[in-house]
């Protein structure tokens, strides 16, 4: 398996409930990222960290609240979620340049993600 | 601006026989390209990826990528699949920044019968 871990593996939650995901990467990896897999949607980047620093929120609701608190754990606290964000989130991470000199790309590698689904 | 496009969504061989999953992308520089796997109920993981050295990629089980800048292509191949290659596969370009973002196909879905 993957040295990314996620849990819980499935979670099923109520629209006024509050919960949260956790991502840890055992790669020693700056960067890591949340993504909403939806059923024949393509993959949708949500959250973007470096360096424990966010970079990049693609339109995200604010019931979806991102937490780095360091560059190996990242979580995603969820409130007052609706049924249409009823998915598989991943977590994943990578090597990320420092955002000065280089346009490099390296891989991502993904955790097995949350099914979540909120009734 | 980056993208990618898998033209077809689901693709079908019999096991023994060869496997092309076909990938065109739309880059304005010299991109780098990957290929993912998704085994049901798993997540993504990476096959390979090609990032401006050989045109003629290897991955992982067998799987093998041709970048042919030209045909601004990027197809999948390998010689005679598996029925443990029954999964969905997505073509990935990076969208170029310092970041590294990926933009992900929407995936072919390929399955293997007996």
């Known amino acids: ?119 | 601006a980056q993208s990618v496009t898998q033209l077809d969504s689901h693709v079908s061989v019999s096991e023994g026989t060869p496997v092309l999953l076909r990938c065109n992308y739309s880059s304005s520089y010299s991109p780098s390209l990957f290929w993912y796997v998704q085994h049901p109920n798993k997540g993504l993981q990476l096959l390979l990826k090609y990032t401006s050295a050989a045109t003629l990629v290897k991955g992982i089980n067998g799987f093998e990528a041709e970048f042919k800048k030209s045909e601004t292509s990027f197809h999948l191949t390998k010689p005679s699949a598996h029925m443990s290659d029954a999964a969905e596969y997505f073509c990935v370009v990076s969208d170029g920044g310092s970041q590294g973002n990926l933009i992900f196909g929407k995936g072919t879905k390929l399955s293997v019968k007996p």
């Open chain 1, 1 to 119: 398996e993957t040295g990314v871990t996620q849990t819980p593996r499935h979670l099923v939650m109520g629209m006024t409930n509050k919960k949260s995901l956790k991502c840890e990467q055992h790669l020693g990896h700056n960067a890591m990222y949340w993504y909403k897999q939806s059923a024949k949607k393509p993959l949708e980047l949500m959250f973007v960290y470096n360096f424990k620093e966010q970079t990049e929120n693609n339109s995200v609701p604010s019931r979806f609240s991102p937490e780095c608190p360091n560059s190996s754990h990242l979580f995603l606290h969820l409130h007052t979620l609706q049924p249409e964000d009823s998915a598989l989130y991943l977590c994943a991470s990578s090597h990320q340049g420092t955002g000065v000199t280089t346009s490099d790309s390296y891989e991502q590698y993904f955790g097995p993600g949350t099914r979540l689904t909120v009734t």
